[in-house]
């Protein structure tokens, strides 16, 4: 799995299926046009931009590139990385018939082409340490051991922490762990919770 330490925007749950199997990454969700409604999930985008940034990936349809320009406009172009998929012509599997333009998602690309278009955009520069695992990483026995999950009061201490970095009050458990791992180290995250 190649690790990188930005935030992977997509636009549906089978694209983050499809990333998750090759990046080490949190993945965002768009639920497409769905973005255009949903105030959460633009403070998220806004929180990972303007922590290590953003990486967006759109089909190559024009509903992609409507949505990529939406989230463009939510955040300081200079926090975005653009990787494009080749346009391909075709359907995914689990689908009875091709896109309404005819053209592959990203869930339906090949792994070594999405490897190649993360290339293409700089991402994967330097693939020795692309491809290193965080040692230093915040898990769930670390949420666990200082409250935060499995606890009589472990919402209120989530929901108090998420006020404090100014998030919505509804992300997962998961998601909450993954932005943790984006803007601190274990220790660091240990040194300021475990007082």
Known sequence: MIHIDKAIIVEGKYDKIKL???????????????????????ALIRFYAENGGIIILTDSDS?????????????????????YIPEIFGKEKRKDKPSKEGTIGVEGIDKDIIIE?????GVL????????QKDDCITNLDL??????????SK????ELLKSMDLPSHISTSSLLELLNKVMTRNE???????
Do not use: C, W
């Open 20 to 42: 998750s199997s090759i990046f080490d990454a949190p993945i965002i969700v768009t639920d497409g046009f769905g973005i255009y409604k949903n105030n959460e999930i633009s």
């Open 63 to 83: 509903a992609g590139f409507r949505i990529r320009n939406h989230i463009k406009g939510l955040v300081s172009n200079d926090k975005i990385t653009n990787v």
């Open 117 to 121: 278009a993360f290339k293409k955009a």
């Open 125 to 132: 520069q330097n693939s020795e340490s692309a491809f290193e």
């Open 144 to 153: 666990f051991d200082l409250g935060f999950i499995g606890m009589k009061n």
């Open 156 to 159: 209120i201490k989530r929901q």
């Open 189 to 195: 995250f240990l040194n300021k919770f475990s007082k």
